[in-house]
């Protein structure tokens, strides 16, 4: 966990992009010299295309081709491809500017794929904000597009050239738009639906039903938001190619990861969330809450804006799902996945010349003139509720309250952009404050509040920023706010005026010499903008350069090489780890028919049944239980489950298996096959520590509430599943640092972290020992399979690595767990079995640290593998039944 809190910002991170450049040209070529397969190319996934797609319906030259993904043919052509080309019209779809230039700029060292939904479908002369609001006026249905349409609209897109373009032609000649045909209701029930009243509100720390207008359902569009996510799975699978790097962004695609690993396990994948990350207890209230974090976790690094995000998603995954984390990231079945943070930036050389448009001096005069002698505070915001329009007016009247002395000389100047989610109740809220406002303290010759509900052109935008005295940008919660560092850009050759700036944005981290506030403190914010109006120029130019300085050197172009950076050293890290392959089922089963005599060892939880949070639920299995019957009823297999539980337990779940052996508590005790007496393999060992470490465990049990003891014979175990689980992990890592430093040393113990539980055991039992008296008894097998999927069950692979490189041949002396029990004097055997006909089999992700040759997934992979050895009609042995 220490690694999750090196903070992103430090020194050494200003340097240009060259430098940035050189190193991913460094760890492309290490990877290459690894065997790590590159194709050179960057497929980034966003919601939709940065492109505006109009369709002139009127140049139809006939009825379209159904689409093929709905008919399933291609059908006839409807028209020919020139004809269909000049239907489609392509212009630069404005929004997302910071991401999309970052993208953009890669395309100097990368090929470049983007691929996205079309959007909606406009009709010629449709409104510029058509494709984003959910009506039917001046659009195409998409189900009316056909085939040839559709194909000939992707030729279009291979050469799409924004036309105001000021990124180079030549990044644009590197990048391919992948588009992604969605149902416009599936389309919209996703993106209005899903992702704008469930995700959107809670990301911003409200839920659904604080923004709807009618009855709200947290799972009404979840459907809608699982068949796109799905559409996009089966469309970069399409275009994938080995070596590709996979950026997929924000909240809108949420399931992809997981989805996109299911079919390409090998693909090198990272998530940024561009909002924030709520808190645990807040994100728990989603119905979806396991879907959604599963889908994140598919992905090989997950990015965020700030610590703060990366450090909630870690907690909400430990507290909300019960994984894992450690140094390395989140553990889920042994595929690790890194958490990071890495803020986004604007463009600051495009912003830098847009701010020197010849259109904007004329502008700035004309406010200039318009407010001579007045102080000028600007807000530019989306009407929507998180951005706290509401809060900022009502500061604004407290500024004018307790410092009556701005009154007649200071104007606010408002403007609240159209969103997606705009509300007339909102709308009317902040229209009724602006009249008292200006009611209250206005008069016939100066009017405090100037609110404007439209969107700015961008010469009028600019002009706003450079004339203001003081920037108010004070949202609820942000993920990143573009305004704030435009304001910065925007300022170096005018004022250099400071901004007042919320806390909860998540650059505000970066913009430490702004004036930071609590936007629900409206005192502050009134003597935050009192401060900032009275600042003196010394002040002014002291905290402007030091934000510029941030502004343009924590770019979006620099941020999106330090992702591409991010993401391969993910994947050299996972790269040169071992990856376990999956266990070969026709050499399995060949090998198994062919073996005389077979050794079958198996764990139990996590084995041959799933982890359970109640211990005592965790039953076998009908399936389970017809395997171990079957095996265990042909005479050429031996077959033992070595476990960690006690032998009541197993004798109560599995004791009626007569031609089964049993090992309880790792290797404490043994009951051979077609006995009913367990064999005590500690009563030789001095067990005089147990109450020692009993009265440890009774300490931390009595400071951790939902901790519990469990003694058995030969080892104490120390549960902490049922409690908080970071004080329980804090526990738990305080714990076995007392029994290692102060009681270890002194007696034949050793200590085992294990799932979320300590065990303390005699050294000399373990199942290893186990393994290796079985394999002593029976040095005539011929096949050996062994399956276990946590810590302890490591001591039995150890046990079977039986062979040195070229070694075919292997003498065994008597083991621990043979003399301890059959005295001394024992001879070494000569083993049949030979290195190919081993079986170590991890349960897990490919990706676990294990000493086993192979691997499975879950439990029931295990129990299927074995019921086709030995089911009628299976591929294994069947004479023998």
Same mark, same amino acid.
């Given at each position: ?10 020194? /050494?991170d200003?340097i240009?992009?060259? *430098? ?16 790590? &397969? ?7 996934v ?25 008919s ?19 212009t ?6 910071a991401?999309?230039s ?47 349409? *559709?194909k ?6 291979? @050469? ?26 599936? $389309? ?17 720390? +409200?839920?659904?039903?604080? =923004?709807?207008?009618e ?7 979840? &459907? ?70 599963? /889908?994140?976790l ?23 799902c019960?994984? #894992?984390?450690?140094? *390395?990231?989140i ?43 007045k102080?000028?505070?600007v807000?530019?915001?989306? !009407? ?7 809060q900022?007016l009502?500061a ?31 709308e009317?809220?902040?229209?009724e +404050?602006?009249?008292h ?18 969107? +700015?052109k ?12 003081? $920037? =108010? ?16 850009? $925007? ?12 806390e ?10 702004? !004036? ?26 002291? *905290?402007?350069e ?25 994947? @050299? ?17 060949? +090998? ?52 960690? %539980? ?45 109450s020692e ?19 058995k ?11 908080? &689980?970071?004080?329980?992990l804090?526990?738990?890592r305080?714990?076995q640092?007392?029994? #290692?430093?102060?009681?270890?040393h002194?007696?034949p ?16 039992v ?25 810590k302890?069950d #490591? ?10 490189? @070229? ?5 065994m ?5 043979v ?12 083993l ?16 676990? %640290? ?28 069947k004479?023998?039944?």
């Amino acid at each position: 966990m220490d690694s999750f809190s090196e903070p992103y910002t430090r020194e /050494g991170d200003d340097i240009s992009i060259s *430098r940035f450049q050189d190193k991913i040209r460094q760890l492309e070529e290490e990877h290459r010299k690894n065997g790590i &397969p590159l194709s050179g190319r960057i497929i980034h996934v966003v919601h939709s295309l940065p492109i505006t797609v109009t369709l002139d319906t009127a140049k139809r030259g006939g009825p379209p081709t159904p689409p093929a993904e709905e008919s399933g043919t291609s059908g006839p052509a409807a028209s020919s491809d020139a004809a269909a080309s000049a239907k489609w019209d392509l212009t630069a779809r404005y929004g997302h500017a910071a991401m999309i230039s970052g993208i953009m700029s890669l395309g100097a060292t990368h090929e470049q794929c983007i691929v996205g939904w079309t959007g909606d479908i406009l009709v010629p002369g449709a409104g510029a904000n058509a494709s984003t609001t959910n009506t039917s006026v001046d659009k195409v249905p998409s189900a009316s597009v056909g085939a040839e349409e *559709r194909k000939a609209l992707e030729e279009e897109l291979k @050469g799409f050239q924004p036309k105001d373009s000021d990124i180079d032609d030549e990044l644009h000649r590197k990048t391919a738009y992948v588009p992604v045909w969605l149902d416009d209701k599936i $389309a919209h029930g996703h993106y209005d639906g899903y992702c704008k009243q469930t995700l959107w509100p809670m990301f911003h720390y +409200l839920l659904w039903q604080d =923004v709807a207008t009618e009855y709200a359902s947290a799972d009404q569009h979840y &459907p809608h938001y699982e068949a796109v996510n799905a559409a996009f799975a089966r469309r970069i699978v399409e275009i994938y190619k080995p070596g590709d790097l996979i950026w997929v962004h924000d909240y809108h695609l949420l399931l992809l990861p997981r989805l996109v690993r299911d079919s390409i396990p090998d693909v090198v994948l990272g998530l940024f969330m561009h909002t924030p990350f709520p808190t645990s207890e807040l994100f728990r209230c989603l119905p979806r809450r396991k879907e959604v974090l599963d /889908g994140m976790l598919g992905a090989n690094l997950v990015c965020f804006q700030t610590y703060s995000y990366v450090r909630h998603f870690i907690s909400t995954c430990i507290r909300v799902c019960g994984y #894992e984390a450690n140094s *390395r990231g989140i553990d889920v079945d042994g595929h690790v996945t890194a958490v990071m943070h890495c803020p986004v930036g604007i463009d600051a050389d495009r912003v830098a010349r847009d701010v020197q448009r010849p259109g904007i001096q004329p502008k700035l005069e004309a406010l200039m003139n318009l407010y001579e002698g007045k102080k000028i505070i600007v807000g530019r915001d989306k !009407l929507d509720v998180v951005k706290g329009v509401v809060q900022k007016l009502r500061a604004f009247e407290k500024l004018l309250q307790d410092y009556p002395e701005w009154v007649g000389n200071v104007v606010m100047i408002q403007v609240t952009s159209p969103s997606l989610t705009d509300s007339p109740k909102l709308e009317r809220v902040v229209s009724e +404050l602006v009249a008292h406002i200006n009611g209250e303290y206005g008069s016939l010759d100066f009017i405090p509040v100037h609110h404007y509900h439209q969107a +700015l052109k961008k010469d009028e935008f600019y002009a706003l920023l450079s004339v203001a005295d003081l $920037a =108010v940008i004070t949202p609820l919660r942000d993920g990143m706010n573009t305004t704030s560092m435009e304001f910065v850009i $925007a300022q170096e050759k005018t004022n250099k005026s400071p901004s007042v700036l919320s806390e909860f944005m998540g650059i505000s981290k970066n913009m430490e010499e702004a !004036l930071l506030v609590n936007p629900w403190d409206l005192g502050g914010v009134a003597a935050a903008i009192n401060q900032g109006l009275l600042m003196s120029p010394a002040e002014k130019a002291s *905290r402007h350069e030091k934000l510029y300085k941030v502004v343009t050197t924590h770019t979006s172009h620099s941020w999106a090489a330090v992702l591409v950076k991010m993401l391969l050293e993910q994947m @050299g890290i996972q790269g040169m780890a071992r990856q376990t392959p999956y266990i070969p089922k026709d050499q399995l089963e060949g +090998l198994y028919r062919n073996a005389k005599k077979r050794l079958f060892l198996f764990d139990y939880d996590g084995t041959l049944a799933p982890i359970v949070k109640v211990p005592s639920m965790a039953t076998p299995s009908e399936a389970t239980l017809e395997a171990l019957e079957r095996l265990s009823a042909d005479p050429k297999n031996v077959v033992y489950i070595i476990s960690g %539980r006690d032998g009541e337990f197993l004798e109560q779940h599995l004791g009626h298996l007569e031609n089964v052996g049993f090992s309880a508590e790792h290797g404490g005790f043994v009951r051979e096959r077609g006995s009913k007496e367990w064999t005590n393999f500690t009563k030789a060992l001095d067990m005089s520590w147990m109450s020692e470490v009993e009265e440890i465990f009774r300490y931390y049990t009595e400071r951790t509430t939902g901790s519990h003891i469990e003694v058995k014979k030969s080892s104490i175990t120390w549960h902490y599943r049922g409690a908080d &689980p970071e004080w329980g992990l804090f526990q738990c890592r305080q714990c076995q640092d007392l029994l #290692e430093n102060n009681l270890a040393h002194k007696r034949p113990i050793e200590v085992l972290v294990g799932k979320k539980n300590l065990e303390v055991r005699p050294i000399a039992v373990n199942k290893g020992e186990i393994v290796k008296r079985i394999l002593y008894q029976n040095p005539d097998a011929e096949f050996i399979f062994c399956a276990g999927d946590d810590k302890t069950d #490591e001591d039995m692979f150890r046990a079977l690595l039986l062979f040195f490189p @070229g070694q075919t041949q292997v003498k065994m002396d008597a083991p621990l767990a043979v003399t301890l029990i059959d005295g001394e004097g024992k001879p070494p055997v000569d083993l049949a079995i030979k290195p190919e006909a081993v079986f170590t089999t991890a349960v897990g992700h490919s990706s676990k %640290r294990t000493l086993a040759s192979w691997h499975v997934t879950a439990p029931q992979e295990v129990v299927d593998h074995m019921l086709d050895l030995v089911r009628p009609g299976g591929d294994g042995e069947k004479s023998n039944l």
